[in-house]
T-cell receptor, first 113, second 110 residues
Framework: DSGVTQTPKHLITATGQRVTLRCSPRSGDLSVYWYQQSLDQGLQFLIQYYNGEERAKGNILERFSAQQFPDLHSELNLSSLELGDSALYFC????????????FGSGTRLTVV | GQSLEQPSEVTAVEGAIVQINCTYQTSGFYGLSWYQQHDGGAPTFLSYNGLDGLEETGRFSSFLSRSDSYGYLLLQELQMKDSASYFCAVREAAGNKLTFGGGTRVLVKP
């Protein structure tokens, strides 16, 4: 157990639907990063939150949004889902002041049918 | 923009040594990291280089040359369990996101 918790582990949904992925960072970590990994692809950065505030955005679609709550857990909302959104979605947290070392959650595998 | 280049695939036999190179182009540089990912699993942190030189952690070593924008991960005494994808990643500034390379799939054969 890495200490970063992601739920659900698997999600199957139909095109056009909306889903919410949840992430709880390691205790004490203020930063949360969301990444998308399509089949046999690298990790594409989506968005970063630090202590409740958005810090950076990557190639995140307008259909996707995220937030980080006061208890530091984060949610990634994906709407109007398309077949191409099928992927592994990872969140990672990082300890403030440490120059390296994300700790990743186990990921949510999203399948859009 | 940022880019990291690494080979897509490497095959080697058990007991061999494999070197995975990574070249990067970024506007800033705050360290090169390496991650291992088994199929269907989460990436796990392997190694970090903030300064030039070699860092050794057991059978794995990582090297960085900032002047050449180049690093490598060295896997020694390969074992079957080392079959996985390996990603290099760069942080351009403190606290910022990591940008990952496309990954190198390492296949270890008996």
């Amino acid at each position: 157990d890495s200490g970063v918790t992601q739920t659900p582990k698997h999600l199957i949904t139909a095109t056009g639907q909306r889903v919410t992925l949840r992430c709880s960072p390691r205790s004490g970590d203020l930063s949360v990063y969301w990444y998308q990994q399509s089949l046999d692809q690298g990790l594409q950065f989506l968005i970063q939150y630090y202590n409740g505030e958005e810090r950076a955005k990557g190639n995140i679609l307008e259909r996707f949004s995220a937030q980080q709550f006061p208890d530091l857990h984060s949610e990634l909302n994906l709407s109007s889902l398309e077949l191409g959104d099928s992927a592994l979605y990872f969140c990672a947290s990082m300890k403030t002041g440490v120059p390296y070392g994300y700790t990743f959650g186990s990921g949510t595998r999203l399948t859009v049918v | 923009g940022q880019s990291l280049e690494q080979p897509s695939e490497v095959t080697a036999v058990e007991g061999a040594i494999v070197q995975i190179n990574c070249t990067y182009q970024t506007s800033g540089f705050y360290g090169l990291s390496w991650y291992q990912q088994h199929d269907g699993g989460a990436p796990t942190f392997l190694s970090y280089n903030g300064l030039d030189g070699l860092e050794e952690t057991g059978r794995f070593s990582s090297f960085l040359s900032r002047s050449d924008s180049y690093g490598y991960l060295l896997l020694q005494e390969l074992q079957m369990k080392d079959s996985a994808s390996y990603f290099c990643a760069v942080r351009e500034a403190a606290g910022n996101k990591l940008t990952f390379g496309g990954g190198t799939r390492v296949l270890v054969k008996p």
